[in-house]
């Protein structure tokens, strides 16, 4: 917990440091960020639309209760009339498909989230690090995973192990792991020449502890602010994956809707519009979370 | 130059190489081999059938037997036979692949010109209208799903009102003449192009603003403005000349990324490109042509970061000389 108060002081004002512990901090570097991310509205604004998005997400299939696989009315009824978003060449309901897609779609981008982090945060973290040929083959393997067009080398795993929630994840994760390790590793490299990590070595901290305890919290911001971005990313392939019919059919996510009326379009363009603006809508939210955030971990971009 | 060329070349190779390897390990995950898909195909055969197959691929051979002949196969440039479309898989790659890069390449060209330009525009007035633009463009790039963009840019240009072509690389009759067919084409080109561009616009003005504000600082910029240049040659023989090099290096980064958006884009707009095709593979179960896509895929994007990486060398004296 310290350490981490510590380590916002520390990367981001680093006079404080120089001054030593006689500078009199009014308040912790979290509580600073927290104040410089809630006074910035288009922050807010993206925060309250995340929340919202999580909240539909977690309840709204309790409180419309219907299924969005039912058809519940006339096939390609027009939006605004009886139902709110319109139906599909099914009669299926677009708005109650918005509203339980909401659920797949964030945990499929949240858990292939999950794995660039853990996969980009090891190899990021042992490259800086360790040096030399650690980092020499790491980083061949990552630029490997650089070289092959995400979409394809996605297409050509879930199509190997099993179209299915699993094998999307997974596809999703590893082909976007690679940036996440590339900062991680810049963040190590400048890091562990700070003094504070010298210190740390001569008194005798073992390589796990620098690593985890005394590197990784003070590079963390920039971090933050990549795996807030990944997690848009990750939504936007998840759509792409659905839509060309390569995820679970039982599972409805805003990317699968779109492909499912792939073929009606022109007749009722609400029935790919809607899902299409609830997946930017959504995306949009999480980039101005992570502008937000930049502006409040950087204070001093701000002054430029 | 040459020395480091060839370095280049040999680490390009070894890329592929593993590609190759990473090839074969995925045919040894999937479920069936080449095997059961011809009997698919070809609808049912008998046991003794299937084992004559099996030892004629070498499939009863051992698996660094396999993988040896598997590299040899490859390093020769044979990609291996689709039993689903029964033709070599290197010939329908070669014959998809220039839709794609075709496509891939326009919109990175429009994204480049856009790109600049709107940054360049912004970085002389930080606070200006273009400078807001700028902004949100690069957030809508972030945010859109591109596959959806050209759905929505179908809508409107094809349907609503119909100026494009609803799908396809050219009219059907085509035009006689060869530049009849040439604009044909292009015209075929223009939505999907502008589609695939809006992601990348984005990022090459924000790059080009940074790299501008950077340069329109320094020292030399001041001189040329002393030397009382018209404003326009200090921006842009002056500025942009020197701005210019992240933006090349990006455009090299990028052609991963724009061959990804081209295939989604591919799909939405019917161009007789590499994603149609990876789509129906898939379906098929037809792993030797997914597989060659995912190694011509890489081959291409090692070879467009090679040329950046000497136009880089062309463009940049200060690391002519160095390795």
């Known amino acids: 917990m310290s350490d981490e108060n510590r380590g916002h002081g520390i990367s981001n004002r680093p006079e404080v440091e120089e001054a030593g512990g006689t500078v009199i901090k009014p308040i912790s570097g979290l509580q600073e960020t927290v104040l410089m991310f809630c006074g910035n509205p288009v922050a807010v604004i993206g925060a309250v639309g995340i929340t919202i998005v999580l909240v539909v997400s977690i309840f709204g299939p309790a409180v419309l209760g219907a299924d969005p696989f039912e058809m519940v009315g006339a096939p390609l009824s027009e939006p605004f009339g009886e139902f709110l978003l319109g139906t599909d060449f099914l009669g299926r309901d677009v708005f109650a498909g918005i509203v339980y897609g909401a659920r797949p779609t964030m945990l499929i981008a949240i858990s292939s989230t999950l794995i660039t982090v853990i996969v980009g945060l090891s190899i990021g973290a042992m490259s800086g690090f360790y040096g030399g040929w650690v980092d020499a083959t790491l980083m061949r393997v990552t630029e490997f995973f650089q070289v092959l067009p995400s979409i394809v080398l996605a297409i050509v795993l879930v199509a190997v192990f099993e179209p299915g929630l699993p094998s999307i994840v997974f596809a999703i994760g590893i082909t976007h792991w690679t940036s996440l390790a590339r900062l991680t590793r810049a963040e190590f490299l400048k890091i562990k020449e700070r003094e504070l990590v010298l210190a740390q070595r001569a008194a005798g901290a073992t390589n796990k502890r620098l690593i985890w305890f005394v590197i990784l919290p003070n590079a963390l911001p920039p971090l933050i602010i990549s795996m807030t971005l990944t997690v848009g990313i990750c939504i936007l392939f998840e759509a792409a994956l659905s839509f060309l019919g390569l995820n679970d059919p039982d599972i409805i996510t805003w990317g699968l809707m779109i492909g499912l009326s792939r073929d009606f379009f022109f007749e009722a363009w609400w029935t790919v519009t809607f899902p299409g603006l609830a997946i930017l809508l959504t995306v949009l939210c999480i980039a101005l979370i992570g502008d937000g955030l930049n502006d409040a971990l950087n204070p001093k971009l701000r002054q430029r | ?323």
């Not at chain 2, 099996?54 to 039993?83: C, I, N, T, W």
């Not at chain 2, 479309?85 to 014959?95: A, E, F, K, T």
């Open chain 2, 1 to 323: 130059m040459a020395e480091s060329l060839l370095r280049r070349l040999l680490y390009g190779f070894l890329l592929l190489f593993t590609v190759v390897i990473l090839n074969f390990l995925l045919l040894q995950a999937a479920p069936g081999d080449v095997v059961d898909a011809i009997v698919a195909d070809t609808g049912g055969a008998s046991e003794e059938v299937v084992a004559r197959i099996r030892a004629e691929y070498g499939l009863d051979q051992p698996v660094y037997q396999q993988l040896l002949s598997y590299l040899q196969k490859m390093l020769a440039g044979d990609l291996g036979y689709s039993f689903h479309y029964d033709r070599p898989v290197l010939s329908l790659i070669v014959n998809h692949l220039p839709a794609t890069i075709m496509l891939s390449l326009s919109a990175i060209i429009i994204a480049v010109i856009v790109g600049t330009l709107l940054g360049t525009v912004s970085a002389l007035n930080p606070k200006g209208i273009v400078s807001h633009i700028v902004t949100v463009l690069s957030l809508l790039g972030y945010a859109t799903p591109v596959f959806w963009l050209g759905m929505m840019a179908l809508i409107l240009f094809a349907y609503e009102f119909p100026i494009f072509p609803v799908f396809g690389l050219r009219s059907v009759p085509a035009p006689e003449t060869l530049p009849g067919q040439v604009i044909d084409i292009i015209y075929h080109m223009i939505l999907p192009s502008l589609t695939l561009s809006i992601l990348f616009i984005a990022s090459y003005s924000r790059i080009s603003r940074a790299a501008m504000l950077d340069v329109m600082g320094s020292d030399y910029i001041r001189t040329a403005r002393a030397k009382g240049l018209p404003e326009w040659v200090v921006v842009f023989k002056h500025g942009l000349k020197n701005a210019g090099l992240p933006i090349v290096t990006i455009a090299g980064l990028q052609l991963s990324h724009a061959f990804s958006g081209a295939v989604l884009v591919e799909t939405i707009f019917s161009l007789p490109g590499i994603g149609p095709l990876l789509l129906e593979s898939v379906t098929g179960r037809d792993y030797p042509v997914m597989l060659g896509i995912l190694q011509g895929s890489a081959l291409m994007v090692i070879a467009a970061n090679i040329i950046t990486d000497m136009i880089y060398r062309v463009l940049d004296p200060r690391i002519r000389g160095t390795v």
